[in-house]
């Protein structure tokens, strides 16, 4: 059974920042596109940023709003995906999903992960 | 970018009948080397991560009632949900993969009338 756990999420001040893990597993990680959605509280989704399998710098995308700030990483000995948050605005605040993309479509989501910036 | 967009914002419709939400990308998704178009369609419950329905703009996922029907190419979608059930009181999203970096439409908010 595939499975995304998320972790690390919590209450930061403007300015901080957090890292966010996602443990995968029940699926060959190494094979997969991997992602970071975000919802803020009663809004939409928005995509956050994307990696290739392989992870290089040239391999990753992220929206415009977090360009700079965010560096979406991952650790395929470790089955895991990360999510480093640098200069955090209270904008961000959200709750944050690791997701995996299968054939085309993102097929599996993890439960979310809470992240609070105060002013 | 692709922007996404759909309409309504929200509907209600009577148990038992037909919601049809719309989505329009603003450049078109369809990559003709292989007749596909890059589209998902999403359905949302408060407190829930989003469950895929649709991708491929119109290939059901496993486990998805038949009720549930994507259609349309190019630029222009549409997601029909056919004798509407109380647990399909959603919000749904349509989302393009067609680029490296993906992009929701705003959502529909589905309700019983």
């Known amino acids: 059974e595939v499975q995304l756990v998320e972790s690390g999420g919590g209450l930061v001040q403007a300015g901080g920042s957090l890292r966010l893990s996602c443990a995968a597993s029940?699926?060959?990680?190494?094979?997969?596109?991997m992602s970071w959605v975000r919802q803020a509280p009663g809004k939409g989704l928005e995509w956050v940023a994307n990696?290739?399998?392989?992870?290089?710098?040239?391999?990753?995308y992220y929206v415009d709003s977090v360009k700079g700030r965010f560096t979406i990483s991952r650790d395929n000995g470790k089955n895991s995906l990360f999510l480093q948050m640098n200069s955090l605005r209270v904008e961000d605040t959200a709750t944050y999903y690791c997701?995996?993309?299968?054939?085309?479509?993102?097929?599996?989501w993890g439960q979310g992960v809470v992240v609070t910036v105060s002013s | 970018d692709i922007v996404m967009t759909q309409s309504p914002d929200s509907l209600a419709v009577s148990l038992g009948e037909r919601a049809t939400i719309n989505c329009k990308s603003s450049?078109?998704?369809?990559?003709?080397?292989?007749?596909?178009?890059?589209l998902a369609w999403f359905k949302q419950k408060p407190g829930q991560p989003p469950q895929v329905l649709i991708y491929w703009a119109s290939i059901r996922e496993s486990g998805v009632p038949d009720r549930f029907n994507g259609s349309g190419s190019g630029t222009d979608f549409t997601l029909t949900i056919d004798n509407l059930q109380a647990e399909d009181v959603a919000i749904y999203y349509c989302q393009q993969y067609y680029e490296s970096l993906f992009t929701f439409g705003p959502g529909t908010k589905v309700e019983i009338k």
């Open positions: 997701a995996r993309k299968g054939d085309g479509r993102v097929d599996h």
């Open positions: 990696i290739r399998q392989n992870g290089g710098e040239s391999e990753r």
């Open positions: 450049r078109s998704i369809f990559y003709s080397s292989n007749n596909k178009n890059y």
């Open positions: 029940g699926f060959p990680f190494s094979n997969y596109w």
